[in-house]
C-alpha cells in the first residue's frame, strides 16, 4: 500500500476526545488513554506487489470524466461553503501586526475556536476566522492526505450500516489475486502512514454515490468536498481498478461465518471538481471536530460514529507518525505539557497542509487550525508559530 511518502514495498498490509494523563478527562465526553501515554500504531504498510514503483504524492489534478460538472458543463470550481458567520479580517490583522508574513507563493488559514462551560462538557459559544476569505476556497490549492479523514469515517459509517463491524473483511474483486482486509486495517493505513492505496480502498468501499449524494451533504458539514481520482493511480490501475473512484470493484464482506456480496457499481452523482479531491478548510475542521467532540455536540452535529470507532480515529489523530508533524511540533510549545493535539497532515505538488484541533485542558477553550502553503514541508513553520503564539495568549481577538 503506497503512502505519501515512500515506502518499502511490496509487503502484506498487517494490520477520545482530549487523551490526557488517567486522572483527568477535561470535558467528559471523549476518550481517554491508557496511563503511561500511547501504545504505537500497528504497522501499515504496502499491500500486494502493486506497491511497487508508486509515486511518492498525491495527484493534485485528474482527468475529466463523464459525471463531472467540469467534464459536462464546463463549471469551474468555487468556493461551496457559506462565508456567511466567518471573520475574514481579524485573523489577518492581529498576526500582520506581530509581524508575521504569508507564505508568498499561496497560504490559506481558518480556525474554529469553542468555548466550553465551566464543565467541559457543553460547547457555549462558537466563533471562526480565515485568513482574507481563503477558509472557502475549493479550486486553487491541494488538499493531499487530509481528505483521507473523510475515506475513513465513511468507510466505517457504511459497514457498520451494513450490519457488520470494521473488524470485517472486505475482499475486492481484481482481475489478479483479490486483495483482503478488514476495514480496521484500511483505516489505520490511510490515516497513520498515510497510504495512499488504503485510501483507495476506503472510497471505493464508501461507494461513490453513497459519498457524494449522501454522505457529503450539507447536513454533515459539506457542501465543496468530491474524491474523484484515485491517489496510487498507477498501483490501483495494475490491480485492474478505474482511477476514477465512481468505479467500485464487487467486494465481498465476511465476518463471523457471515457474508455479504456488493455489486461492481459505475457512480452517477454529478460533482463540481476537476482534481483528484476538492474540499475547503471550512469542511476539513468541521470533519475533524465533529469525531473529536462528539459526544459533547447536538445530535444534528454528529456523525453518530460507534464509539469503537471514535476510539479508533482518535487514536490514529493523535498518534505519532514519521512525517507530517512540522505543524503540531510548532504549535505544541505554546500550551501546557498536558495538550493534545489530534491532526492530519497532506503534503502533494509542493502544497502542505494540517488539519488540527487543540485542546489545552488548562483553558476553558478549544481550537480547531487548518492551515495549506506552497511551497514545500517547511513552508507553515513560520505560520504555525505564528498561530500558536496568538491562540496561547488567549485566543485570536486578543490583542
Known sequence: MQRDTPVVPPLRLLAAFFALPWWFDPANCGSRPVAGGEAPLRPAVAAT????????????????????????????EAAFAPAAGIDHETLPAR???????????????????????????????????DWRGTGTE????????????????????????LGFEPRATLTFDAPGDDPRFTVTELVEAALGPSDNLAYDYLVVFAGFDELHERF?????????????????????????????????????????????????????????????????????????????????????????LAAEDLDLLRRLLRGPRERGEEVVERLRPWFGPETVLYHKAGFSKDWYTDNVLIDDPSRPRVWVVVLAGYPGRSVLNDAADAFGRQLAAGGVETS
Not at 500582520?96 to 467541559?120: N, Q
Open 49 to 76: 506487489d502493486a506497491a511497487a514503483g508508486a509515486s511518492a504524492s498525491d495527484p493534485a489534478d485528474g482527468p475529466a470524466e463523464r459525471g463531472d460538472a467540469t467534464a459536462e458543463r464546463g463549471a469551474a
Open 138 to 161: 475549493v479550486g486553487d490549492w491541494n488538499p493531499a492526505s487530509t481528505v483521507k479523514l473523510y475515506a475513513a469515517i465513511a468507510a466505517l459509517l457504511r459497514i457498520r450500516a
Open 95 to 129: 498576526l500582520t501586526a506581530a509581524g508575521f508574513e504569508p507564505p508568498p507563493g499561496g497560504f490559506l488559514a481558518y480556525v474554529v475556536e469553542l468555548d466550553f462551560d465551566e464543565t467541559r462538557t457543553r460547547p457555549v459559544a462558537e466563533r471562526r476566522y
Open 216 to 304: 457529503f451533504v450539507s447536513e454533515n458539514g459539506y457542501l465543496g468536498t468530491a474524491l474523484r481520482v484515485a491517489y496510487a493511480s498507477g498501483p490501483w490501475e495494475r490491480l485492474g481498478f478505474s482511477k476514477f473512484l465512481r468505479d467500485s470493484p464487487a467486494i465481498a464482506i465476511e465476518q463471523d461465518g457471515r457474508t455479504r456480496e456488493l455489486p461492481a457499481a459505475h457512480g452517477r452523482a454529478v460533482v463540481r471538481c476537476s482534481r483528484a479531491a476538492c474540499t475547503t478548510p471550512v469542511e476539513l475542521a468541521e470533519a475533524l471536530l465533529r469525531v473529536v467532540l462528539q459526544e459533547c455536540l447536538p445530535a444534528e452535529r454528529s456523525y453518530g
